[in-house]
């Protein structure tokens, strides 16, 4: 079955660039995107970017352009979501979530990975 | 790209029905109808409901129902059970390949 298995927790200072992975099995990461979503401490879901890999393009939110790169590994079937320039309220477990039966309705996700920002 | 709206909370009792909306633009919800609902118990990742009116994981999720109309999604859950209380979220394709997501909506059943 699809399994999507994330790293551990982190805990990062101000400034710093966090890189979180998520690797798939029960299907190949060719088969289709990879998206990431992240949910605030108490609050809700928010789209970050996904990766398509029909033509290798990313597509990030505008919240997010220039400080996030999503990347995959398919020799390895790991995709990766790394943040940089964090700040406090980037404090926040982050979840990756593919769409295998449907593009744009998230089908599998990862079991997230708390990200705490602090110095 | 904003959050969709939907109201903060719901409540209803064991047995009974209860619709959560979704409110958007002509730019997200309204212009494609690719809207989905999930689930998400606390300490959980979200769980994929329903999409595109009857679709989603056959099985698990026979009492949810959803519907379309202008920019209002709205999800129906029939014969509300205990296990039912936990957190809603609606997702819209918003052009561009981009997704964009509700607010949430917290479920009490009394």
């Known amino acids: 079955q699809v399994q999507l298995v994330q790293s551990g927790a982190e805990v990062k200072k101000p400034g710093a660039s966090v890189k979180v992975s998520c690797k798939v099995s029960?299907?190949?990461?060719?088969?289709?995107?990879m998206h990431w979503v992240r949910q605030t401490p108490g609050k809700g879901l928010e789209w970050m970017g996904s990766f398509d890999p029909e033509d290798g393009e990313t597509i990030y939110a505008q919240k997010f352009q220039g400080r996030v790169t999503m990347t995959e590994d398919t020799s390895t079937d790991t995709a990766f979501m790394e943040l940089s320039s964090l700040r406090s309220e980037d404090t926040a477990v982050y979840f990756c979530a593919t769409d295998v039966s449907a593009p744009y309705y998230l089908d599998y996700w990862g079991q997230g990975t708390l990200v705490t920002v602090s110095s | 790209q904003s959050a969709l709206t939907q109201p903060a909370s719901v409540s209803g009792s064991l047995g009974q029905s209860i619709t959560i909306s979704c409110t958007g633009t002509?730019?997200?919800?309204?212009?494609?109808?690719?809207v989905s609902w999930y689930q998400q118990h606390p300490g959980k990742a979200p769980k994929l409901i329903i999409y595109e009116g009857n679709k989603g994981p056959s099985g698990i999720f026979d009492r949810f129902s959803d519907s379309n109309s202008g920019n209002t999604a709205s999800l129906t859950i029939s014969g509300l059970q205990a296990e039912d209380e936990a957190d809603y979220y609606c997702?819209?394709?918003?052009?561009?390949?981009?997704?964009?997501f509700g607010g949430g909506t917290r479920l009490t059943v009394l």
């Open positions: 029960g299907y190949t990461l060719t088969e289709s995107s």
């Open positions: 002509s730019s997200d919800v309204g212009g494609y109808k690719l």
């Open positions: 997702c819209s394709y918003a052009g561009g390949s981009t997704l964009v």
